[in-house]
Each structure stands twice: as C-alpha cells, then as structure tokens.
C-alpha cells in the first residue's frame, strides 16, 4: 500500500500536487487535523465541501453528487469526509466512485484509527487511485525534540531535563503538548524556564509533586507509594494516570540499574551524577537510597515493569490501577 509520511504530504499539497483520493488516520489527530486545516484554509467555498462522520451516513448520495460536479472558476474540488462506522452503503458508493474518480476532484477520508485496516477494500482502492497517511503517536524522545524547539521559538530557553519532566507528565500528544508550551512560556518570567516553573506551570497540588513518585519508588516506601498512587490514579482518566505512573515508575528503575552498572565499574559519584543528570535538590538522597538494592533485583524489577506494560496493552479488561498497585507492591517487597 502506497503510504506518505505527513511530511511528504505536507510537501505535496503545498507544492499543488494532488491525487484523486487520500486516506489519513493515525493517533496523532493534532497533525491531522492541521493537514485538514490546509486543504480548509486554501480551497474556495466554491469547490469545497465537508461531511462529519455524523452526517456522512445520511448524505452518501450528496458526496457523491459533490466528488462528480465540475469546479467552479478552479482547477480543483475538495471532498472532506470523516469515516462513519459501519458506513456500508457509503463504502459501497465509494468503491464505485473510485473505479473512475474525476480528475479534478480531491476525495479526502480521514479517521481516529491508529492505523489502515489492510483487510478493508476501500483502503485498497484509495491506495490505488491515491495515497495513505498515517500520523503515528510522537515517540517521547520525539515529543521532547518538538517540545524544545517550540519552546525556543517562543524566545524561552530550557534544559533538556525540564522538557522531559514537561512530556513525561503531559504526554505525547502534539495538541496537549503545545497547549501545556504556550501556558509555560507565559508562566515563565525570565528567558530560562526551570525545573520549578515546569512543575508549577502544570498546576501540580503539593501531593501531586512529579517528582514524589520517583523519589517515594527509590526509598521503597510501600505504604508512601500506594497512598500517593491512590490519589494520583484518580486525578485524571485512570488508565492515562496508570501508564504515566508507569513511565515514572521505569525511569527510576533504570536510573537505579544504570547506576548500580556504574558504581560496579568502578566510576565516582560526582560522574554517576553528570551521566544521570542527576539534580542536586530533586535527586536528594539518590545514593543512599541505592544502597537498599542489588543490581539482581533491579533487573527483576525492571522485567516487572516491562511485563506489567505488556499487559496493560495487550489485555484491556485489566484494571490498570489494581496492575500499577501489584506492581509498586511487588517493587518495595524487602
């Protein structure tokens, strides 16, 4: 299946060039929507016509009717139509449509799915008479790279470690995301914004600290941890808060890991320290704290937390708050 990436998309049409049909999904709906936003922004009212996914259904006769009329004063129409479920009749009209699309008219689906169903005929044909994009969820590292250049265009600097405190406790998504940068860059007061201002720009209560978690898993403080857990669990969508406790959870681990690997190398603390980015005043007590540990049980710890991932994507009956729970339980055992 013929597939653009969104920036070859994005070049394509800002070049002119467009295929009879196209096909956009992904997770990542803040891209998509501004790909949507283009074809909005630069086709007349004329040639342009776009159907919801819950009028879609009810108008399949009018898509139809729009994809076969000629432009009016333009080289081109547009037809936006956001997929519907179970949208058979519409498919079937689709598929009949694309065996011989009109030159000049640009049918555009788009959908929330994470991906194209390969199965799904009309995929095919749209792959044929044109071209799939799927927008993927940022990668983190991603995310961070996007978040500081953002940031940096807005006349703020930040450390590296800001930003990916900033994406580990908003997410990846682009749209979160750069809502969270623009409400920061006012925050901030100077033309440096900290470690501080990151977690008071996120509006964090005094027991929500980011960076209690982290500092609660590394001392192995069952009951601190699944007090703090309890409330932090059921401050937002519980199965978001799960995965975010998540990411805080493995972070430490492998912090603690890498630095039980380095401590065994034989490489001073002040070096441990400079490798880790380890903070002064949020990374108090680090040492100490390692000291609790052996390297064994970090590996194992390290497994649970990979395990207990597999198995909150995998089977989605589970309750992700009773899994975080097993697991801090199972971290902070003696």
Request: charged residues 30%; positive net charge.
């Given at each position: 299946?013929?597939?653009?990436?969104?920036?070859?998309?994005?070049?394509?049409?800002?070049?002119?060039?467009?295929?009879?049909?196209?096909?956009?999904?992904?997770?990542?709906?803040?891209?998509?929507?501004?790909?949507?936003?283009?074809?909005?922004?630069?086709?007349?009212?004329?040639?342009?016509?776009?159907?919801?996914?819950?009028?879609?259904?009810?108008?399949?006769?009018?898509?139809?009717?729009?994809?076969?009329?000629?432009?009016?004063?333009?080289?081109?129409?547009?037809?936006?139509?956001?997929?519907?479920?179970?949208?058979?009749?519409?498919?079937?009209?689709?598929?009949?449509?694309?065996?011989?699309?009109?030159?000049?008219?640009?049918?555009?689906?788009?959908?929330?799915?994470?991906?194209?169903?390969?199965?799904?005929?009309?995929?095919?044909?749209?792959?044929?008479?044109?071209?799939?994009?799927?927008?993927?969820?940022?990668?983190?590292?991603?995310?961070?790279?996007?978040?500081?250049?953002?940031?940096?265009?807005?006349?703020?600097?930040?450390?590296?470690?800001?930003?990916?405190?900033?994406?580990?406790?908003?997410?990846?998504?682009?749209?979160?995301?750069?809502?969270?940068?623009?409400?920061?860059?006012?925050?901030?007061?100077?033309?440096?914004?900290?470690?501080?201002?990151?977690?008071?720009?996120?509006?964090?209560?005094?027991?929500?600290?980011?960076?209690?978690?982290?500092?609660?898993?590394?001392?192995?403080?069952?009951?601190?941890?699944?007090?703090?857990l309890y409330f932090f669990l059921n401050e937002g969508k519980t199965q978001d808060q799960a995965f975010?406790?998540?990411?805080?959870?493995?972070?430490?681990?492998?912090?603690?890991?890498?630095?039980?690997?380095?401590?065994?190398?034989?490489?001073?603390?002040?070096?441990?320290?400079?490798?880790?980015?380890?903070?002064?005043?949020?990374?108090?007590?680090?040492?100490?704290?390692?000291?609790?540990?052996?390297?064994?049980?970090?590996?194992?710890?390290?497994?649970?937390?990979?395990?207990?991932?597999?198995?909150?994507?995998?089977?989605?009956?589970?309750?992700?708050q009773v899994e975080i729970e097993i697991l801090a339980s199972e971290l902070c055992k003696n």
């Amino acid at each position: 299946m013929p597939e653009l990436s969104p920036s070859q998309l994005s070049q394509e049409w800002k070049s002119g060039v467009y295929r009879p049909a196209y096909y956009l999904c992904g997770e990542e709906s803040f891209s998509r929507k501004a790909a949507l936003s283009f074809i909005k922004k630069n086709a007349d009212s004329f040639n342009f016509r776009e159907f919801s996914k819950a009028t879609a259904l009810a108008k399949t006769s009018e898509i139809i009717s729009e994809l076969l009329s000629l432009p009016v004063f333009s080289e081109r129409r547009f037809v936006i139509v956001e997929i519907p479920d179970a949208g058979a009749a519409l498919k079937k009209a689709l598929l009949e449509y694309l065996k011989s699309p009109l030159v000049s008219s640009v049918l555009i689906l788009h959908s929330d799915e994470p991906k194209p169903d390969l199965r799904d005929s009309l995929f095919h044909e749209i792959s044929r008479q044109g071209a799939v994009c799927v927008f993927p969820k940022l990668k983190e590292n991603e995310a961070v790279s996007q978040a500081l250049k953002l940031i940096n265009k807005n006349g703020k600097n930040i450390s590296r470690e800001a930003c990916e405190l900033l994406v580990r406790e908003v997410g990846a998504d682009w749209g979160l995301l750069s809502q969270e940068i623009e409400k920061l860059c006012l925050f901030a007061e100077g033309p440096e914004v900290s470690l501080k201002e990151v977690s008071l720009s996120l509006g964090y209560r005094k027991e929500s600290d980011p960076f209690l978690l982290p500092r609660l898993i590394e001392k192995r403080d069952k009951k601190a941890v699944l007090t703090h857990l309890y409330f932090f669990l059921n401050e937002g969508k519980t199965q978001d808060q799960a995965f975010r406790a998540l990411s805080q959870i493995s972070a430490v681990i492998v912090k603690q890991l890498k630095a039980k690997v380095m401590l065994a190398s034989g490489l001073q603390k002040s070096m441990i320290e400079k490798n880790l980015r380890l903070h002064p005043y949020w990374d108090k007590g680090f040492f100490e704290n390692l000291a609790s540990v052996n390297e064994e049980k970090l590996k194992k710890n390290l497994m649970s937390c990979l395990e207990t991932e597999m198995k909150l994507k995998s089977q989605s009956w589970l309750s992700p708050q009773v899994e975080i729970e097993i697991l801090a339980s199972e971290l902070c055992k003696n």
